[in-house]
Structures are given as structure tokens and as C-alpha cells.
């Protein structure tokens, strides 16, 4: 018998504007994804919301920081 692999996780919903097509999309994603806990990300240009599964919340100013680096602005959570 196996032990269990669930692990907590914490899902945020940010708003990030300026994104426009799937190259935003993948930019916003991939900076994300770098931040340690990340385990998914889905941003979606149509609506400026990028959907963050983390292991455990996620420091704003992180997710801020990643998102400047992708050459949006995070306007705050959904």
C-alpha cells in the first residue's frame, strides 16, 4: 500500500493587465512558474486572469515581481 500523495495546495486568482495574445499568456506563466511552490499556472490574455496553484500562498510582491518581469502589471487578485 502507498502512501498518500496529496499535497496541500492554495489556488489564486490574480488580475494582470496588459496581457493580449498567447505569447502574454506564456511570458505571464512562465515567470510565474519560477516561483518556488508554484505547481500550475493559467493566465488567460481575454480576461486578465491568471490562475496561480501554489503549495502554499504566495507572497504578492513575488508574484508581482514575476509578472513586472514578464512586462505586465498585476493589478491585485481577482
Known amino acids: 500500500m502507498s502512501a498518500p500523495t496529496d499535497t496541500p495546495s ?6 494582470v493587465s496588459g ?7 506564456g511570458s505571464v506563466s512562465a515567470e ?3 516561483i518556488p511552490g508554484v505547481t ?3 493566465a ?3 480576461t ?5 496553484v501554489s503549495t502554499a500562498p504566495l507572497d504578492e510582491e513575488a508574484v ?3 509578472v513586472d518581469e514578464a512586462g505586465f502589471d498585476l493589478a491585485g487578485r481577482a
Open 48 to 52: 486578465g486572469e491568471v490562475t496561480v
Open 40 to 42: 500550475s499556472v493559467k
Open 64 to 66: 508581482r515581481a514575476a
Open 10 to 15: 492554495v489556488t489564486t486568482v490574480y488580475k
Open 32 to 34: 510565474i512558474s519560477e
Open 19 to 25: 496581457m493580449s495574445c498567447g505569447h502574454c499568456e
Open 44 to 46: 488567460v490574455a481575454s
